[in-house]
Nanobody
Framework: QVQLVESGGGLVQPGGSLRLSCARS????????MGWYRQAQGKQRELVAA???????RYVDSVKGRFTISRDNVKNMVYLQMDSLKPEDTAVYYC???????????WGQGTQVTVSS
């Protein structure tokens, strides 16, 4: 059974940085995509950053140039480096891994990121 566990969230001042980690246990034969989503209070969940199995990355416009998604295939880890954080980045961040383009894939439990002075 595949499980994803996020870590690295917390409280940070505007302009600060955090690195989120997503640890995967369980076997996945092929990865279609991996991504980080976020859901702010009262808002819908949105895709923040994604990486295809081949390494192509894309970001939501609001985080371009500030966030970087990466992976470590040996350690079965996915990361999200977040720099120049803004209060509007405050949300619960979720890790997602998909094996195909049809179903929603696997989700972690989420980690809270709060950007506030």
């Amino acid at each position: 059974q595949v499980q994803l566990v996020e870590s690295g969230g917390g409280l940070v001042q505007p302009g600060g940085s955090l690195r989120l980690s997503c640890a995967r246990s369980g076997r996945i034969f092929s990865i279609y995509s991996m991504g980080w989503y976020r859901q702010a209070q009262g808002k819908q969940r949105e895709l923040v950053a994604a990486m295809t199995g081949g390494g192509y990355t894309r970001y939501v416009d609001s985080v371009k140039g500030r966030f970087t998604i990466s992976r470590d295939n040996v350690k079965n880890m996915v990361y999200l480096q977040m720099d120049s954080l803004k209060p509007e980045d405050t949300a619960v961040y979720y890790c997602n891994i998909r094996q195909n383009s049809i179903d929603g894939g696997y989700w972690g439990q989420g980690t809270q990121v709060t950007v506030s002075s």
